[in-house]
């Protein structure tokens, strides 16, 4: 997709890519016919320049045709630049602007309380997006509130736009952040299916208030020359690195 | 008399019944009046604390769940979410209804960084958004009860302080995106909003003694603005006076000058705060020091005759 339009978020993309998977496959009670559903659960893209991996895992869901993933970044076409809910069937919410999924997840927990409902609200946070000062807003927000029906994972992979993260604006300890924010912690490898789906089910246990999963994860996992690579944050593969990324992850070219 | 954001308040509580209806609050729901709903519906009243981007988010995630929620808080903090609204809002058109009170110089002795004068402008920028300023608490519950109806999202300001009752019986006359004439004459037609209504009115009973005959309009709706009725005022008298508690930059002078000079060219002045802030002072002495007051539009008025005359 970032090949063939030149443009985009292929490192993000890749580093989220596992979890996604996961949760679409094992978690979200959702209907690719009836994507509108009010009671279905909710997977919140705030990082949502990562597109690409989420149309991805949409397509293989069947809310669209693949053939439209061709339509990335494309006038008219529905996989936009940045996921959106007016364009997309499957996204949940229009995000491009850093700092703001979490707020809208914790709207729509607070929702599905209000319809008695047993559906969940997924919310996947990238670190570097964890500078926004409102993120904190809501975290305080969604601990006050008590929302037992909010799961959040944040995508630690150590890039953001510029450089590392550790260059731009240290972190620290995040998970320690978060705990003190009140809120259920746990660590996993973000790249380790097992680790993933034990934590899925760890989330399941929390049920008096928000849960947060802090996956350690790698920019541009499974490309050799993406991963790990600040240049890969928004920038497309040339011809010749696309086949050899391909190639990489198994794919028959 | 009586203060708009008291409307506002009233109109929550007379939804309480609606389960559709939400309430959130920023810490400020004694001073925007949501306190009401609060004290009846406490289940569907979010408290968001001190947290107005996050404040306005969680209203979005509502709205696209099916509900339709009311967010209040200061004119002047709504602003530090902007973006949010921008971008988690109007973008998406969801249904989200914003009220942003102690708008203006006339909220008074808090001072300037209280006093959001700059608020209509920068939401009338916004594609989809609705942007109200009612002159008094009836229209204020009015307006805030129609928009249960709209489609997409709306930034209302209400003041702080009390101001003349206009609508009491009148209730019928008011429609989102329909202005109300107030008073008819074919000299210059005054069109203001908010806490000017009432200006307008008591300048037009002075030009009359001079036999200047003034139709006034309250145009509570600045976007969509209600161009037919500004076309057919301009037609009428000829000239044009604005009036508002808000900048001239971007306000209700702003939008009808943006409709006349496309549509129909015609002397206008403009009544508004000339690009300053305002001060510490009672509402009264802002409206003076700001030369937004009665004198002021009488001579606007004057200036846009002479004008028309040339």
């Known amino acids: 997709m970032t090949h063939r339009a030149a443009a985009g978020h292929p490192g993000g ?11 679409y496959s094992t978690r979200l009670r959702i209907d690719p016919k009836q994507p509108d559903l009010v009671d279905r659960d909710r997977f919140i893209l705030s990082k949502g320049h990562a597109s690409p991996g989420m149309y991805a895992v949409l397509a293989e869901h069947g809310f669209f045709p693949h053939k439209e993933l061709e339509s990335y970044r494309v006038l008219g076409g529905i996989c936009q630049g940045h996921v959106d809910m007016k364009w997309t069937p499957g996204v949940d919410f229009s995000a491009g602007s850093l700092g703001m999924g979490l707020s809208f997840g914790i709207g729509c927990a607070h929702a599905a309380r209000l319809d008695d409902s047993e559906r969940t609200i997924f919310v996947m946070l990238g670190d570097g997006e964890l500078q926004e000062g409102s993120v904190w807003e809501a975290a305080m927000a969604a601990a006050h509130h008590e929302l037992g029906n909010l799961k959040v994972f944040v995508d630690r992979n150590r890039i953001q736009n510029d450089d590392f993260i550790d260059a731009q604006m240290r972190m620290f300890d995040v998970a320690a952040k978060w705990r003190a924010f009140s809120w259920a912690v746990k660590e996993i490898d973000g790249h380790d299916m097992e680790d993933i789906l034990k934590g899925l089910e760890w989330m399941d246990g929390i049920t008096d208030g928000p849960a947060v999963i802090i996956a350690h994860t790698v920019k541009g996992k499974g490309i050799s020359y993406m991963e790990n690579n600040p240049a890969f944050h928004g920038a497309a593969p040339s011809d010749e690195q696309l086949l050899q990324g391909l190639t990489e992850l198994g794919v028959e070219v | 008399m009586a203060a708009s954001r008291d409307g506002y308040g009233q109109a929550l509580l007379e939804m309480i019944d609606d389960k559709e209806v939400v309430v959130l609050e920023a810490d400020l729901g004694k001073s925007t009046k949501s306190l009401h709903f609060r004290n009846a519906r406490p289940e569907r009243t979010i408290s968001c604390g001190i947290g107005e981007q996050n404040m306005m988010l969680v209203a979005a995630g509502l709205a696209s769940s099916g509900y339709t929620p009311f967010a209040s808080t200061f004119a002047i903090f709504t602003e530090r979410a902007f973006e949010q609204i921008r971008n988690g809002i109007a973008r998406p058109n969801l249904a989200v209804h914003i009220c942003g009170s102690h708008g203006g110089v006339h909220t008074g002795t808090d001072g300037s960084s209280a006093q959001s004068i700059e608020d209509l402008a920068i939401y009338r920028t916004l594609p989809n958004m609705t942007v109200m300023h009612p002159c008094d608490d009836v229209s204020a519950t009015v307006l805030t009860k129609q928009c249960r109806n709209l489609a997409g999202p709306s930034y209302m300001r209400t003041a702080r302080n009390k101001t003349l009752v206009l609508y009491d019986g009148r209730e019928d006359e008011l429609e989102i995106g329909k202005g109300v004439v ?5 000299d210059v037609a005054i069109i203001a909003c908010g806490v000017l209504v009432a200006k307008a009115l008591e300048a037009a009973e002075i030009l009359s003694a001079d036999g200047i005959e003034a139709s006034v309009v309250d145009m509570h709706t600045l976007k969509p603005l209600d161009e037919d009725l500004v076309a057919k005022l301009t037609t009428q008298c000829g000239c044009v006076v604005t009036a508002e508690d808000h900048l001239l930059i971007g306000g209700l002078g702003g939008a009808v000058a943006e409709f006349l000079v496309s549509n129909l060219p015609a002397p206008l002045e403009r009544v508004g705060v000339n690009d300053r802030f305002g001060e510490s ?14 004198a002021d539009i009488v001579a606007a008025a004057t200036r846009a005759i002479s004008r028309k005359k040339l």
């Open chain 2, 281 to 294: 002072g009672q509402a009264e002495e802002m409206l003076d020091l700001l030369a937004i007051n009665t």
């Open chain 1, 13 to 23: 993309s890749l580093s989220e890519i596992d979890i996604l998977v996961a949760l």
């Open chain 2, 182 to 186: 107030h008073r008819t004459g074919v």
